[in-house]
DNA sequence: TCAATATATGAACATATATTCAGGTGTTAT
DNA sequence: ATAACACCTGAATATATGTTCATATATTGA
């Protein structure tokens, strides 16, 4: 018997395509720079745009896929929404992504 | 004083952009499948392909990429090139975002 | 040298994705 | 009710990306 048989090595279509999915949502530049600043505090969407330098339309649609993946947390006051990174491990997953590149 | 200064919660472009890049490499489920393997044990192209099903030609653009990266190694023997990823960081970072989907 | 095997590469194509634009919804104040 | 503000949404577009196909390179054995 080995001690690594080949099917150790495989991981099932299904899991790996939201594997994928989950690190698409970290892919892109702007993503990126929204849930950093996430990471150090709650915003809307407003400060957000300013901080990213995109406009509001492209940090919502943005929002929205995060949202639908459920990587942030909504939550309306008056005619503002501030989004949040509920889970921490997300949190954490991103911020070695983040060590990583400045090195590490 | 603020404890929390809006410059905090700001990645630079260029930073952002690296980490979106090391996360794309992350984002692709035959690329995920293909990590997945080589977190295993060193493996060569033929292998891969069989493992996770597409071509010889696939797993070698895959591959490309993520030695580009510097995410993966290459090792000639013979007529074959082994990989494996050699930055235990790399693995871990990885295998978080496995096991996330894994749940937790 | 020639054939066989393993991997790499470039071009082409099809699909996915980010952003913009125009307009829509929800909330507050007058 | 209306205006102003904050955010959301769908369509359109431009660009990026994964795979295939044909072909090239590298290594080994006959």
Known sequence: MNSTSTSDSVLD????????????????TSR??????LTTQEMNVNTLAGLVGISESAV????????????VVA????????????DEHIISLFEEGVKHVQHG
Chains 1, 2 share one sequence.
């Open 32 to 37: 990126v720079r929204i849930l950093f600043a």
């Open 60 to 71: 919502s649609h943005h929002l929205r896929s995060l949202r639908q993946m459920e990587l």
């Open 75 to 86: 939550r309306r006051e008056g005619k503002e929404v501030f989004y949040r990174i509920e």
């Open 13 to 28: 279509e299904h899991t790996a395509a939201h594997v994928a999915e989950l690190f698409r949502a970290f892919s892109d």
